[in-house]
């Protein structure tokens, strides 16, 4: 499996690992466009690559100063349960931190906790959600 800092993929990658991480439909690249995205409101992203498929991704969005963000943290089912999803964040971590940035949050679902908590060495914090 092979860990990359700002890898390569194509949007049309992206959408299918996408629709299959958070069981949505497959977007089609001029509704959502992971490429334009990325480059225009990312500090980076990781992928992982099995040989040449797209098996892991995550965004790392930012605010331009000592904050980034954990998004979209997407791994294959196929690939689940191998600890690419640890290295894909490790390697965020790393990437955000090179960037100079202090702090890396993330937000996720209870039942992800022991991931996140345990597995990455996020420790909890109290935060907010609205809906827009």
Known sequence: MEIRWRGPFTSNEANQLHAEAFGTRVYSDAEWNWTDQVARHSLGWVTARDGGTL??????????EAHAWLQDVMVAAASRHQGIGVRLVGAARDGARAAGCEWLHVDFADELAPFYLDACGFRPTRAGLMAL
């Open 55 to 64: 098996a892991g991704f995550v965004n790392v969005v930012w605010d331009g």
